[in-house]
């Protein structure tokens, strides 16, 4: 019996054939399905003879186990039980998304889906105190994970050594005969391998340079605050610095450990010049606090710096408009700093304007920190 295929794009009985391929895949057939990189082959990794299978079609005589695909970021949780901050950002940010990450995995035995498969089974998972773990962001291959139900390992559907193929034919060429059901989604979107990143604690390196470069992974893994006010000399240095200082305190480290732990707190202004010196009330208010801001330098707002933050909060309703004007796609992470109360500036005003102001600012990015910390938990 050879492949069935099932055309992505038909209406007419899409979701039945779906169905049947992802009931063929949990009972040990292999299935050929697109990803926004290139066609994959799966197996059920729970049923030894279907990772035979593949390992026979893929003309792989290694033990290496292949990479999980998942229907879900979510559902990394079932395979990696303590993960660091660097493999939660990356997840979070980057799936679904052409993305492989190598987490660090101590106990694969006390993981959730170990209870899903037979003890020998797990080294087709796991292999020295790793696991690899993909999202794809391509409909059809989430819809056959989640259908399936059961743990996946796939690889990309070509013998070993070939070039991986981007067309569902290019796919079937070599593995017709191994493979029960193929989903022909046309030539994948982005027609280049996802990038391969290991993670060990709070490092991290790529293994496979792919769909992702250095700098973008660079960014994803690291979870970037950016504090916005008009000149960047009062305000906004004022949030940064305690931002910074509130950040290190709940983390249990000095501030020059956040950089090295993946935080990064900047400033910047709507009408900032390069270069300026904190406002001499603002410094006054935070040595009160016990902060320096000798080392502050202004810097005027920036497509970049907008791109690369995680949150960006705004003193005003100005200064959000101002931030969409550059990056319009930005709204959702843009938030004024107090969501009740614009901050009014200082500048100009005498020690009780800058105290006042300093008073908001402190009270406000004490809940921000909170707020912070809550997301980077999530994963």
């Known amino acids: ?12 009985g899409y979701d039945s054939a779906l169905g049947e391929a992802a009931r063929a895949l949990r009972e040990g057939a292999l299935v050929v399905f697109p990803t926004e990189t290139v066609y994959g082959l799966g197996a059920n990794a729970a049923d030894p003879q279907a990772v035979a299978r593949l390992r026979e079609a893929k003309g792989r005589a290694d033990q290496q186990p292949f990479t999980v695909h998942l229907a879900r970021r979510q559902e990394a949780r079932r395979y990696v ?10 997840i979070r940010k980057a799936w679904p998304g052409p ?21 020998e089974q797990l080294g087709e998972i796991f292999r020295d105190g790793t696991v690899g773990l993909r999202c794809p962001d391509h409909a059809a291959a989430r819809a056959l994970l989640s259908k399936a139900g ?42 280049r391998a996802s990038t391969v990143v290991e993670v060990r604690g709070d490092e991290w390196s790529i293994r496979r340079a792919g769909a992702l470069d250095e700098r973008t992974i660079r960014r994803l893994a690291r ?34 450990d956040l950089a090295s732990q993946g935080y990064a707190v900047l400033s910047c202004g709507t ?16 040595s009160r606090r016990g ?36 990056v319009p796609a930005a709204a959702s992470k843009v938030e004024q700093l107090d969501p009740d109360n614009p901050v009014p ?35």
Request: hydrophobic fraction near 35%.
């Open 1 to 12: 019996m050879g492949t069935r295929i099932i055309n992505f794009g038909n209406i007419d």
């Open 345 to 379: 500036d200082p500048i100009g005003g005498g020690p009780q304007e800058y105290r006042r102001c300093a008073e908001q600012i402190e009270r406000t990015v004490a809940a921000r920190v909170e707020e912070f910390l809550n997301e980077d938990l999530n994963w």
């Open 150 to 191: 059961v743990p996946v390992v796939a690889s990309s559907a070509n013998r070993s050594g070939s070039r991986p193929p981007f067309e569902v034919g290019e796919a079937l060429r070599d593995l017709e005969d191994s493979v029960a059901y193929a989903i022909d989604a046309g030539p994948t979107r982005l027609s």
């Open 99 to 119: 993305l492989t990450l190598v987490c660090e995995v101590s106990e694969p035995e006390r993981t959730e889906v170990a209870g899903d498969c037979p003890a």
């Open 223 to 256: 979870s970037e605050v950016l504090f916005v006010c008009t000149g960047n000399s009062c305000r906004s240095p004022m949030a940064e610095y305690l931002f910074r200082q509130m950040l290190a305190d709940r983390k249990g480290c000095a501030v020059s």
């Open 291 to 326: 902060l320096d801001l000798g080392a502050h330098r202004s810097q005027p707002l920036s497509v970049e710096l907008i791109q690369q933050a995680e949150r960006v909060y705004v003193m005003t309703p100005e200064h959000r408009s101002a931030v969409l004007d550059l």
């Open 81 to 90: 039980n303590s993960p660091s901050p660097v493999v939660r950002r990356l």
């Open 271 to 286: 009408l900032g010049l390069e270069g300026g010196a904190a406002s001499a009330g603002s410094s006054e208010e935070m």
